[in-house]
Nanobody, 121 residues
């Protein structure tokens, strides 16, 4: 069974940092793009950052120079280092990955269950 499991969320004060992790497990042959999305209460899910197999990255304008996305291909894991957090960064953060499974013929998009990040004093 394929799973994306996030960890690292929690409560942090404004100006603080958090590091999110997302590990993919299952019968995975290859992983293409991995990314992070956020969904604030009452709002649509939006992309925060993404990284491909060649480590090319892109970021939402609101987090450029503040958040850093990285991946460890040996561990099928993607990370999001979040710095200088603000209350408006409060949201559920979701991991997404395009996975090529052992019994599939193309990449399929999978989502994690989400991890809550709350920035508050």
């Amino acid at each position: 069974q394929v799973q994306l499991v996030e960890s690292g969320g929690g409560l942090v004060q404004p100006g603080g940092s958090l590091r999110l992790s997302c590990a993919a497990s299952g019968s995975i042959r290859s992983i293409s793009v991995m990314g992070w999305y956020l969904q604030a209460p009452g709002k649509q899910r939006e992309q925060v950052a993404a990284i491909n197999k060649g480590d090319d990255t892109n970021y939402a304008d609101s987090v450029k120079c503040l958040f850093i996305i990285s991946r460890d291909n040996a561990k099928n894991t993607v990370y999001l280092q979040m710095n200088s957090l603000k209350p408006e960064d409060t949201a559920v953060y979701y991991c997404n990955a395009d996975l090529w499974l052992s019994d599939s013929y193309s990449y399929i998009s999978y989502w994690g269950q989400g991890t809550q990040v709350t920035v508050s004093s």
